[in-house]
């Protein structure tokens, strides 16, 4: 099956800096890659996604990059606010099916 | 609010026995998806249905068992518990299970003691 690999498992940033998440994938079938983001108590949502005949996506302040050939995605978060402070997760996903997700990371934003 | 509806909240409950986790899923969804999650391993894929059928088996162990109704809800079965399955368990569902976001219920809280 697939393996998802994420890094780092926590990441502390200064309000306003940029935070970088990296993902590494072993199926080179999978083609579609979400990030979701759970705050503490609540439920994983989907921020962003992307497929795989896409390099690159932004939305506001969060952008996602992938590279096919080194199978792995990167998520970027510019100018970071304290509401980002949330556990962000990468996942891989063969049309849909079998998501399989990082072990997750620990954003934290300090004012 | 998701849509995606799991019962119940909280289950505390001893090693050996058995428990069942309900999810009913977004109005329209026919995909259903079942999530462990717990402090060190993040989001493990169980298993995923899809209009009533098994579509994608993953790291579920044999005394887990699933099945998805005809009215779609979903049902896990857990037995022969161990301390070991206490855990955070997600139930998601999307529309046709392809390239689309997965809407995530609540969670089920279990505690085995």
């Known amino acids: 099956g697939e393996n998802v690999e994420q890094h780092p498992s926590t990441l502390s940033v200064q309000e306003g800096d940029s935070a970088v998440i990296k993902c590494t994938y072993s199926?080179?079938?999978?083609?579609?890659f979400p990030w979701y983001k759970q705050e503490l108590g609540k439920r994983p949502q989907l921020i962003i996604d992307?497929?795989?005949?896409?390099g690159e996506k932004k939305d506001q302040r969060i952008a996602v990059t992938l590279n096919k050939t080194a199978k792995h995605f990167s998520l970027h978060i510019t100018e970071t606010q304290p509401e980002d402070s949330a556990v962000y997760f990468c996942?891989?996903?063969?049309?849909?099916?079998?998501?399989?997700f990082g072990t997750g990371t620990s954003l934290t934003v300090i004012p | 609010d998701s849509g995606v509806t799991q019962t119940p909240k909280h289950l505390i409950t001893a090693t050996g026995q058995r428990v069942t986790l309900r999810c009913s899923p977004r109005?329209?969804?026919?995909?259903v998806y079942w999530y462990q999650q717990s402090l060190d391993q993040g989001l493990q894929f169980l298993i995923q249905?899809?209009?009533?059928?098994?579509?994608a088996k993953g790291n579920i162990l044999e005394r887990f068992s699933a099945q998805q109704f005809p009215d779609l809800h979903s049902e896990l079965n857990l037995s022969s518990l161990e301390l070991g399955d206490s855990a955070l368990y997600f139930c998601?569902?999307?529309?046709?299970?392809?390239?689309?976001?997965?809407?995530f219920g609540s969670g089920t809280q279990l505690s085995v003691l």
């Open positions: 998601a569902s999307s529309a046709s299970g392809r390239f689309e976001k997965l809407f």
């Open positions: 199926d080179s079938a999978s083609n579609y």
């Open positions: 992307i497929r795989s005949n896409v």
């Open positions: 996942a891989a996903s063969k049309t849909g099916n079998q998501f399989y």
């Open positions: 109005s329209g969804d026919l995909s």
């Open positions: 249905y899809y209009n009533g059928e098994e579509r």
